[in-house]
């Protein structure tokens, strides 16, 4: 139900002269379902903002992070401090990480851990004599968060543009060309490129998947030029691929690895960066002198997110969530089979992991360039809530999400598409 009164409340990646007054407001949420302020239930297929992997009001995360509050409720981790939940996660994450003895530096969220890792990466070349690695480049239609370096990698234009000139020493490639990332490093110089940020799933640009070796190839190109690969798995970690990073499904070894969100299953915020032990060697030799990153978050390792994420870390190997992402990966494409070959539609993106995308036809956008945001509505009518994105929508249910919620969504997509073309 639109809410009729003005209020401060300034939204992200809003038209705050269309939303103020007519917000849809979310008061709870059960499992795979939100409640608005009218009472009414949604099934929630985007996972919030692709995060609630387990779905809401997991009663362990709250006791987790009850029992936690009432131990101690914060403390910072900077120079030697720390705290329990800090250092069980982080040695259960260095566990989990597709290279072995990986160290972790925790922080608020995705954007923080994006923007860690370019300083990282060209901190790393610095100590090790080559300071003129600085260059980083990412894909068109990438997303890496909306921080500083984040915005100089965005891949997707809109996200660029506005804030005057950009962080330098930034450059984009066509997502799904292997051939073109070797060719960019070549005309920066090897001896210049630092790192290469890459979604394994493109997410927030489209849900874009990688084409077939592609993962393999610029990880192989990487390592060619001694360039660090750097994976952004912010949106593909934790099931999300059926996978526990899920760089992991394929055969090869990050530099570096960004994740956030289905950590907690969107709880708490709490940032993730995995840093392979040949990286993380300079800082951790223990000589005198040896170089100290000046860098970190306010509430890295914020106890109570930590144990919300080793609560979280619980279910999912109790409850063997993890390998659903990949069995519900097709379940997932058939219930979106009705959008395919729809009038309204010109692409369905799906089959590698649980989420997938609806792109809509040329056509209909030049006609209708907010037809997006019309598919988004017609949806929330039928019970549904999406993301909605540039070229339509897309789709990320939380891993416990049944045979009846994706039924759901395979009823509801064809209707709200056949009232596009009505209305």
């Known amino acids: ?69 009432e131990k101690l409720d914060a403390y910072n981790l900077f120079g030697g401090v720390a705290n329990e939940p800090a250092l069980k996660l982080a040695s259960r994450l260095s566990e989990l ?18 923007d860690t890792a370019v300083k990282i990466a060209r901190s790393y070349f610095v100590h090790t004599g080559r300071p003129d690695k600085t260059h980083v480049i990412s894909r068109t239609q ?16 809109v ?109 708490i915020p709490l940032g993730v960066l995995l840093v392979a032990p040949h990286v993380a060697e300079p800082f951790f030799t223990g000589s005198p002198g040896a170089p100290i990153l ?15 994420a080793n609560a979280t870390l619980d279910i999912y190997e109790r409850d063997d969530i993890i390998p659903r992402g990949k069995a519900l990966e097709k379940p997932l494409a058939d219930a979106l089979s009705g959008a395919v070959g729809h009038p309204a539609v010109a692409e369905v993106r799906a089959g590698l992991g649980f989420l997938a995308a609806v792109e809509l036809a040329p056509d209909l956008l030049a006609a209708d360039p907010g037809a997006p945001g019309r598919l988004h509505k017609f949806l929330l009518e039928e019970g549904v809530i999406v993301r909605s994105l540039g070229k339509g929508m897309a789709v990320s249910p939380p891993l416990v999400a049944d045979e009846t919620e994706l039924d759901l969504l395979a009823s509801a997509v064809p209707k709200a598409l056949d009232r596009l073309l009505k209305n």
């Open 294 to 308: 000046r860098h970190g978050a306010t509430y890295a390792g914020h106890p109570v997110a930590c144990a919300a």
């Open 159 to 267: 996200n660029a543009e506005g804030w005057g000139p950009p962080a330098a020493d930034f450059s984009q490639v066509p997502y799904d060309n292997a051939a073109a990332l070797e060719e960019e490093i070549l005309r920066v110089g090897p001896e210049r490129v630092a790192a290469f940020f890459c979604e394994p799933v493109i997410g927030a640009g489209g849900v874009l998947l990688p084409p077939d070796g592609y993962i393999e190839e610029v990880a192989a190109i990487c390592r060619r030029h001694e360039v660090l690969f750097v994976a952004d798995c912010v949106i593909c970690a934790w099931g999300r691929l059926g996978t526990w990073y899920g760089i992991d499904r394929w055969p090869v070894q990050p530099d570096l690895v960004t994740t956030a969100k289905g950590v907690t299953s969107g709880t």
């Open 1 to 69: 139900m639109p809410d009729q009164q003005p209020n401060p409340l300034w939204h992200p990646f809003a038209d705050m002269g269309a939303v103020d007054g007519n917000r849809f407001v979310v008061t709870r949420g059960e499992g795979s379902y939100v409640w608005d302020d009218a009472g009414r239930r949604y099934f929630d297929a985007s996972a919030s903002l692709w995060y609630s992997n387990l779905g809401h009001g997991r009663p362990e995360i709250t006791r987790a992070v009850t029992e936690q509050l």
């Open 97 to 114: 990480a597709p290279v072995p003895g990986s160290k972790v530096f925790l922080g608020s969220g995705g954007g923080d851990m994006v």
């Open 142 to 157: 990438g997303y890496h968060g909306t921080h500083g370096f984040g915005t100089a990698a965005a891949g997707i234009p």
